[in-house]
Every structure is written in structure tokens, then in C-alpha cells.
């Protein structure tokens, strides 16, 4: 059998690395245009940064794992095609701002079709609307090279920075497709793969339209879960509750669960916001405002989230942070990734250069040139934001310090040394509640946390 994944992302790269591991007899190519990229993946430095994911690429690649720019060549001799090409929220035209810009879909549609031959199963690994099964099958069945393909939709659940872990051990997979003998034949072809590490009783098979429809619900509900808490988070600092005590008192209900309740400066990362907006539209298409507007609020409270942790951090400095410079620790969407993608950092700082202060940012993953781009637009400078090498040399004469991310290494910080090194009063808002603030207002710090009561 041979498997051709298109696009090597965060989703393509990682899926393909684990099943190129688990399934030695399968050969594995995984395509991209880009080429920049794929030669990071022949390299030793990979185009994204996961814990554990060098160790699975070093095992396989070479042996039946492979990254190449051939696309045509490698849809030709694949027996199973994926499709993980990005879907980012449309910038233009009708639905902008919310719908799925799907012409990276559509795009990768059409070659297929104009490469492909015989029989091919055709799986969509990215996050689509529903119904995007129709549309690959319309331009598939066009080609005229009597291609007999069956599309099923196999949505990723990884989260990044467990990516590995969360491959090798997946809750479920999911697979979807047309319920007839050829679709169930696909179906059942694709659940053989998995099967190889994964227990059967965790391979879930639906129609295509409930498979495609529970990728975003499942983004929506763990969404709702943070901007529920993270509501009830600015409740706590109103009242002198704290929000880590709530969480963890609802969490003990077996009805509610512990996970997805940790108060935060905002959810970030390339699918929460993307999916619900996508939810949202097509919600509204299909003649549902009010289901619209209920997950239309889950990414309301979280950009005001965003707004709120900014907006405090100016009020507890004296209403004024011009000229004061404020370390940013941390610029990830998450700690152990390298990804930026809607991270709440970018609002964060870009609110306060709105307030011209001055913004030393520090990330232990993300390139200088990324925070600066991400933050003032590709080719825009502005002298009040830099970045530094370490978190010591970020915080050195901070007016305030910002946790951001949850990365581990500021938990270990010497925060002695860091309040030595600023004027006074010192400020730190832990962004993430990953500090003790009771130590740290010991040392001196007037110390914050989201959900936290005020000193
Ligand atoms: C994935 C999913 O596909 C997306 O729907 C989901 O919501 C998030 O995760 P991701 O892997 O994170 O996307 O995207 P990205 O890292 O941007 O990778 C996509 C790759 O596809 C890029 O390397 C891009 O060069 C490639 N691509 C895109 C192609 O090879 N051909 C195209 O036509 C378009
Ligand atoms: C998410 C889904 O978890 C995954 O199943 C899907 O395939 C892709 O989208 P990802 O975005 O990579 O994964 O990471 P996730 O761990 O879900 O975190 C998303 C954001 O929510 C991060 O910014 C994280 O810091 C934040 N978060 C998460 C909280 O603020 N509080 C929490 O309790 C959990």
C-alpha cells in the first residue's frame, strides 16, 4: 500500500511521521509545494517544533517515510490520498472573516484530478465545512481518466505540543464516509491503517457529514469550556474568589471533568477561533442565527479576554504604561510549540504599543523575526518592540513582566535576581496562573493572576 499525504503542516507532517512508524510495510510520501519546507523535513532542524516528533522522524524517514515536492508523481502511484492543506478563515468576498477559505481545498482537488487513475481513496485531514466532501467529489468526477475515487473525511484531534503522544494514543479516530459497499470498502481500508497501534473499540465510524460536523463541534465545545471559565475568571477578581479554586471544585463533578478549565489570557492557535467562526457561518447559512450567535459569544469573551488582560495590566500601572517597558514572557499560542498562529501575545503587545510602552518580548521557540512580523505586519519596524534572548535580559529594567505562555522554564526563574533589576514598584500578571503569588509578593513583586483577587 502507498499513502501520499498533501501538506506538510503541523497536521500532514506529524499524522504521516506516526503512521510512516507504525506501519513499516506502507510507504508514506508527504508533499508540499513549498520547498523550503520539505527540505526542513529531510533536515535535522524540522519545520516545527514537537516534543518527541525528531525521535518518530528519524526512525522512518528514509525507510518509508518521505518528504518530497512531487506531487504528480506521488498521487499517480498512492492507493490513499490525504488532504492536509490549510483552511484559513476567509479575508475577502462573502463570508469574510468567518467562512473556510477553501481554495487550497479546491486547488489540491484539481490536481488530484488531473494526476490521478484508477481507483483512490481520497481522505480530507483538514478542518472543512460541512459538505466539502460534494465539492471534492464534483471536481474529482470531472476528470474524465475514469478515476474511481471515494472521499472519506478522518479529522485530526492533535493537540500541538502533545502532537506525539496524542497520535500514538488518540481518544478516537473518527472516519466518515458514503454509506455504500464502496464506501464502507474505503472506510474499512482506512480503519486498517489506524488499527495497526490503534484498539478498534476507539475507531469511530460515521457518514461523512457527522464526521465532518464533529471536528468543529469538538473544537467548539472545548473552546466554550475556556471562555466559560475565562468569564467567571474577571467574576473572581470582582468578588476575591480565585478562579483556579472554582475550576477545580466544578472539575471534581465527574459530570464536568477536570480538563479544558485553566483560566488563561485567551485561547489561541490555528483551529478554536477559525472553527467556531466557521460554525457560526454555517450556522447562519443554513437559517440559524440564534445557534450562530450562542458560539458566535465563545470567541466574543475570548478577544475580550485579551483586551481585559492589556487593559489591566495599563490600570494597575498607574493608568499609564508610555515609555515604561513591559516584558512579555512568552509569545507561542502554547507552551512546547513553535506556533504563533492567533496567539493572544499578538494582541497583547500590540495593545500596549498601542499605549507606547515600550515591549521586550521573549519566547524560548519563536524566531525574532516571527514576533516582530507577527506583531507589526511582514516589512513594519517600531523601535518600542524588541526582542531578547533570555527572560532575564527581557525583564531587566521592566516596569512589568507578563506571563504569556505557560512555558516551563519560567516557572524556574530566580525571581529574585528578575525584582532586583526593575524599578519599583515591580509588577508581574501572570497570564496563566503557572506562578505561586504569594512567593512572589514575599519577594516584593505586586503580582496579578488572571481570576485572582487583588492583593
Ligand atoms: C491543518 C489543517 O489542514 C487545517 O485545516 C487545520 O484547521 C489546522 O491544521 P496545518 O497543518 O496547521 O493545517 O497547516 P499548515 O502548517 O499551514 O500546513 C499546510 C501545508 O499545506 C503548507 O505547508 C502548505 O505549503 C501546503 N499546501 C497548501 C500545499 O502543499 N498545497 C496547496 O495547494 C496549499
Ligand atoms: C486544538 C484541539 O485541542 C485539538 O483537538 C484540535 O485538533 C486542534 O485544536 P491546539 O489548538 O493545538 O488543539 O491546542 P489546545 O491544547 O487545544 O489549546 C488551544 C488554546 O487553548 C491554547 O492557547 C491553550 O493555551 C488554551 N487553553 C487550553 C486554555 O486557555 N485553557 C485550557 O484549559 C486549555
Not at 309 to 333: M, P, S
Amino acid at each position: 500500500m502507498k499513502i501520499c499525504c498533501i501538506g506538510a503542516g503541523y497536521v500532514g507532517g506529524p499524522t504521516m511521521a506516526m503512521i510512516a512508524l507504525k506501519c513499516p510495510d506502507i510507504q508514506v510520501a508527504v508533499v508540499d509545494m513549498n520547498a523550503a519546507r520539505i527540505a526542513a523535513w529531510n533536515s535535522d532542524q524540522l519545520p516545527i517544533y514537537e516534543p518527541g516528533l525528531d525521535d518518530v522522524v528519524r526512525q522512518a524517514r528514509g525507510r518509508n517515510l518521505h518528504f518530497t515536492t512531487d506531487v504528480a508523481g506521488n498521487i499517480k502511484s498512492a492507493d490513499i490520498i490525504f488532504v492536509a492543506v490549510n483552511t484559513p478563515t476567509k479575508t475577502y468576498g462573502v463570508g469574510a472573516g468567518r467562512a473556510a477559505d477553501l481554495r487550497y481545498i479546491e486547488s489540491v482537488a484539481r490536481t488530484i484530478a488531473q494526476h490521478a487513475t484508477g481507483t483512490k481513496i481520497i481522505v480530507e485531514k483538514s478542518t472543512i465545512p460541512v459538505k466539502t466532501a460534494d465539492t471534492i467529489r464534483s471536481i474529482l468526477a470531472s476528470n474524465g481518466t475514469g478515476l474511481k475515487a471515494q472521499v472519506l473525511s478522518n479529522p485530526e484531534f492533535l493537540a500541538e505540543g502533545t502532537a506525539v503522544q496524542d497520535l500514538l494514543a488518540p481518544d478516537r479516530v473518527l472516519i466518515g464516509g458514503e454509506r455504500t459497499p464502496e464506501g464502507d470498502q474505503a472506510v474499512a481500508a482506512l480503519a486498517g491503517v489506524y488499527a495497526r497501534w490503534v484498539p478498534r473499540e476507539r475507531i469511530i465510524t460515521t457518514n461523512l457529514w457527522s464526521s465532518e460536523l464533529s471536528k468543529l463541534v469538538a473544537n467548539a465545545f472545548l473552546a466554550q469550556r475556556i471562555s466559560s471559565i475565562n468569564s467567571i475568571s474577571a467574576l473572581c477578581e470582582a468578588t476575591g474568589a480565585d478562579v483556579d479554586e472554582v475550576a477545580n471544585a466544578i472539575g471534581k463533578d465527574s459530570r464536568i471533568g477536570p480538563k479544558f478549565l485553566k483560566a488563561s489570557v485567551g485561547f489561541g492557535g490555528s483551529c478554536f477561533q477559525k472553527d467556531i467562526l466557521n460554525l457560526t457561518y454555517l450556522c447562519e447559512s443554513f437559517g440559524l442565527p440564534e445557534v450562530a450567535a450562542y458560539w458566535g459569544s465563545v470567541v466574543g469573551i475570548n478577544d475580550w479576554q485579551k483586551k481585559r488582560f492589556a487593559a489591566r495590566i495599563v490600570k494597575e500601572l498607574f493608568n499609564t504604561v508610555a515609555d515604561k517597558k513591559i516584558a512579555i514572557l512568552g509569545f507561542a499560542f502554547k507552551k512546547d510549540t513553535n506556533d504563533t498562529r492567533e496567539t493572544a501575545a499578538i494582541n497583547v503587545c500590540r495593545d500596549l504599543l498601542a499605549e507606547h510602552a515600550s515591549v521586550c518580548v521573549y519566547d524560548p521557540k519563536v524566531p525574532a523575526d516571527e514576533i516582530l512580523a507577527d506583531t507589526l505586519g511582514k516589512g513594519h519596524t517600531n523601535s518600542r518592540l524588541t526582542v531578547a534572548q533570555d527572560a532575564y535580559a527581557a525583564c531587566a529594567g521592566a516596569h512589568a513582566i507578563a506571563i504569556v505562555t505557560e512555558w516551563d522554564e519560567f516557572k524556574k526563574l530566580d525571581y529574585a535576581r528578575i525584582y532586583a533589576g526593575m524599578p519599583k514598584p515591580a509588577f508581574l500578571f501572570d497570564g496563566r496562573n503557572i506562578l505561586d503569588l504569594a512567593a512572589l509578593r514575599k519577594i516584593g513583586f505586586k503580582a496579578s493572576g488572571i481570576g485572582k483577587p487583588a492583593e
